[in-house]
């Protein structure tokens, strides 16, 4: 097992676990796994080009959704402390985050604390820590969630919880999506719609979340099948699709967009599971 730095195609940081399954990071980038090899393949999409311009958003990797998943009305939250400014999918894909490998040899952890940049949109003390393990044919990830107690110590503290990882695919028409309900909400049009219907539109793009406890899609990419196995609060899956991009994105969130349901009195901790098992082709 080793963690090394690598300067090509760009600075990044790479884990290699004993099985030869390897993960990508750059933590300067919002703490971003752009890479995860498994079974001798890789099986994250990443536009690599569109990267290299800091000023653009990412389009790839496993992004880092928090304190919010989606936007919130006119991108105002709303507190008690007063009225922040706070933009879709939160910031925390925006700023720098420290890497450190598990002392357990099988990964690493990633962690996010609280500075006077998001203590302007986001007005509380935290520390946000997300553990990447390689297991055999498996990515699990546990995130863990801290209210430090800083400032109004009676303050409590809402949040919401996504990942937003991009799985290659052969093809979007090629794609197929296993283990959804039958319902779904369509963010697209802001309504409740027809899963079968909405995962037909792939090639067209789709943007639909599905919600109920115990939920396990799978996603059939060509190369194998990925399925997304979610612990609550992980109960809601959303997946989207940016054609023409051979990608679809299957994401575990805690809350549904623009809500930050869950609340952590100060120093209370929350701890979020997921993993990901391949199957592959």
Known sequence: MTLTRHNSPFPHWQFTAASGDQ??????RGG???GWRCAGEERLYFDAERFADPSKSVRGGIPVLFPVCGNLPGNALVLPQGSFSLTQHGFARDRPWQLEALASGDGLRLSLSDSDETRAVYPFAFQLSLEYRLEPRALTIQARVEHC??????AAMPFALGLHPYFQVESLGQA???GLPAECFDHLSAAAASTADQL???EQGVDLRVD????RPQLRTGRGVVE?????????AVVWSDP????????????????????LQPGETAELHCRYALTPA
């Open 23 to 28: 993960l990508r990071v750059v933590p300067e």
């Open 32 to 34: 971003l796994v752009v």
């Open 149 to 154: 107690g800083g400032g109004d110590p009676a």
């Open 176 to 178: 197929r999506l296993e």
């Open 200 to 202: 037909q539109r792939l």
């Open 212 to 215: 109920g406890n115990g939920l």
């Open 228 to 236: 997304l196995q979610m612990q609550p609060p992980f109960e809601h």
């Open 244 to 263: 023409p991009r051979p990608m679809v994105c299957l994401e575990p969130w805690s809350a549904r967009r623009g809500d930050l349901s869950q609340v």
